[in-house]
């Protein structure tokens, strides 16, 4: 009907499957986190530096990435082990070859390289569990399940579940959610520019609707 009065638009743009503009609290939230992150890794440098394990201008690589899951691990230096076997990580140990940054579960089977999927561990237990996720690997022996779960109670909520017996199970149901939605999104996308093709003749290659 507004066509129809008015005529056709001049134009039509579409973002379909992008996210939508922020409101001003999101965006303030955003800023928090930048700020909160940035005054994060400025403490990390300063701790490092003093520590000497850094020198001033030196670049960074995996450090505070290492100095993040580390401080995950406990409140203090001392109650920070492994999640696998509960021994302790030091900090003069952390930045060595003998810690790594572990996928918690195998990034070549979830293609999860967020933070939330990695965890520290001792370059010997990242050999023995190799592409296992903890819970297989327990299963076989490897590691105590229940010690696995105790030491990892008290990490983020989307972390500590990757240690459970049915993390990929979980892992997969999750997947298979987000797989329909990217579906269903794509299929609304292909009938919202099919109506903008009815309507116009051209199409630019950022996806704007012209006459």
């Not at 995996?62 to 100095?67: G, H, N, S, T, V």
């Not at 965890?119 to 010690?147: H, Y």
């Not at 997969?172 to 093709?197: I, M, N």
Request: proline share 4%.
């Amino acid at each position: 009907m507004l066509i129809h009065h008015y005529g056709k638009p001049e134009e039509i743009i579409l973002e379909s499957a992008r996210d939508l503009n922020k409101s001003i609290k999101e965006k303030e939230e955003i800023q928090k986190t930048i700020k909160s992150n940035t005054d994060r890794n400025d403490r990390f440098r300063k701790e490092l530096e003093k520590e000497n394990l850094l020198k001033p201008g030196q670049k960074v690589g995996d450090r505070f990435l290492k100095m993040r899951l580390w401080e995950e691990l406990g409140k203090t230096p001392a109650d920070r082990c492994s999640p696998f076997s509960g021994r302790q990580i030091c900090l003069s140990e952390l930045h060595t070859e003998s810690v790594e940054i572990e996928h918690i579960l195998p990034f070549a089977e979830t293609f999860d390289d967020s933070p939330a999927n990695k965890t520290l561990a001792f370059r010997d237990e990242n050999s023995r569990k190799n592409n296992l996720c903890p819970g297989d690997a327990a299963a076989i022996g490897i590691f105590d399940q229940q010690e696995m779960i105790q030491l990892t109670k008290h990490l983020p909520r989307n972390k500590a579940w990757r240690f459970l017996p049915d993390a990929m199970q979980v892992f997969e149901e999750q997947k298979s959610f987000d797989d329909r939605q990217l579906h269903a999104t794509g299929y609304l996308s292909k009938v919202v520019r099919a109506y903008a093709e009815a309507l116009f003749d051209k199409t630019d290659a950022d996806g704007r609707q012209r006459q």
